[in-house]
């Protein structure tokens, strides 16, 4: 597997534009993993990471509160 690294910024729309020296590489119909990261404070990553921990919580986990 190839990596290029290439950083961005999102346009009003949340569109990404992938540079042209990156395009000349793609080939058509290629597969390809894309992974994002974002560059973000501190409460916003605590606020993302209690949405996620709170979304696997479940109502019989509850018998476990009080131990």
Known sequence: MQA????????????LMIPLEIQQVLKARRK??????????EA???????????????DKDAAYDNL
């Open 44 to 58: 916003e990553w605590k606020r993302l990471t209690s949405e996620a921990f709170l979304a696997g919580y479940a």
């Open 32 to 41: 390809a993993r894309v992974i994002f990261l974002f560059e973000d404070d």
């Open 4 to 15: 290029y690294e290439f950083n961005v910024q999102t346009s009003d729309k949340g569109e």
